[in-house]
C-alpha cells in the first residue's frame, strides 16, 4: 500500500492568484496522477506525472492553468493559476500501486474555493 | 466518456447483502473490473478488481460475467459505514470515474 499525503487540506483564495498543492507519497513510485472533483461532481482525471518528463495533460485541462511539477518518486506539486470561482473543486493526487494491473491509491484531497 | 453504466442510487438494509450491479458492454481483452467507493469528503479508496474470474477479499466480492459485458459487486453484510458512492472502471493505469452508484445502508 502506499500512503499519500497532500497539502494543503483545504483552502480559500482570491481569484486571480495562483495555489500550489503537494503531493507526497511514502514511497517511490513510477505515476502519479492529478483529478479534480467539482462539486457534486465524479472524479475528472487532469494529468499524469512522470518523473523526468512533461506531465501528460487530458483533453480539456493545460500546462499554462495547471502546471505540474514531479522532481523526484515520490513527490509532485500541482499548481492552479489565474484562479477564478469555477476552479473551486476538490483536487486529489493518486498513485499506482506495484506490479501490473493493481489498486491506486488515493490522497485525501484539497478543498480549493475560489472567491 | 465513462464505459461503464451503473445505476445513480439504491438503498439496502443494515445486515444485508448489497448487490451493485454494472454494465461494461465494450470493455475490451486486457481490461480490468476495478471497482472503488467514495465516502463522503474522503479521497476514493479500493475495493476490489478483476480479469475473468470471480474475486474475493475482506471487503467484498466481485462477480464477473462470462462474456465480461457486466458485473455484480457484493457487499455481504452492509453496515451504516458502507454508506457511500461506489465506482465501477474499467481500464488500465488511467482511471475514468462515472457518475457512479450512490449507494445508503439504512438502520
Known amino acids: 500500500s502506499a500512503v499519500i499525503s497532500q497539502k494543503p487540506s483545504r483552502d480559500i483564495c482570491q481569484r486571480g492568484t495562483s495555489l500550489t498543492i503537494q503531493c507526497q507519497v511514502d514511497s517511490q513510485v513510477t505515476m502519479m496522477f492529478w483529478y479534480r472533483q467539482q462539486p457534486g461532481q465524479s472524479l475528472t482525471l487532469i494529468a499524469t506525472a512522470n518523473q523526468g518528463s512533461e506531465a501528460t495533460y487530458e483533453s480539456g485541462f493545460v500546462i499554462d492553468k495547471f502546471p505540474i511539477s514531479r522532481p523526484n518518486l515520490t513527490f509532485s506539486t500541482l499548481t492552479v493559476s489565474n484562479m477564478s470561482p469555477e476552479d473551486s473543486s476538490i483536487y486529489l493526487c493518486?498513485?499506482?500501486?506495484?506490479?501490473?494491473?493493481?489498486?491506486?491509491?488515493f490522497g485525501q484531497g484539497t478543498r480549493l474555493t475560489v472567491v | 466518456d465513462a464505459k461503464t453504466t451503473q445505476p445513480p442510487s439504491m438503498d439496502c438494509a443494515e445486515g444485508r447483502a448489497a448487490n451493485l450491479p454494472c454494465n461494461h458492454s465494450t470493455i475490451s481483452g486486457n481490461e480490468y473490473v476495478y471497482w472503488y467507493r467514495q465516502i463522503h469528503s474522503q479521497g476514493p479508496q479500493y475495493i476490489i478488481h478483476g480479469l475473468k474470474n470471480n474475486e474475493t477479499n475482506e471487503m467484498a466480492s466481485l462477480i464477473i460475467t462470462e462474456d465480461r459485458k457486466s458485473s455484480t459487486l457484493i457487499l455481504p453484510h452492509a453496515t451504516l459505514r458502507d454508506t457511500a458512492v461506489y465506482y465501477c472502471?474499467?481500464?488500465?493505469?488511467?482511471?475514468?470515474f462515472g457518475a457512479g452508484t450512490t449507494v445508503t445502508v439504512r438502520a
Open positions: 493518486s498513485v499506482e500501486g506495484q506490479g501490473v494491473a493493481t489498486e491506486a491509491f
Open positions: 472502471i474499467v481500464g488500465d493505469y488511467k482511471l475514468s
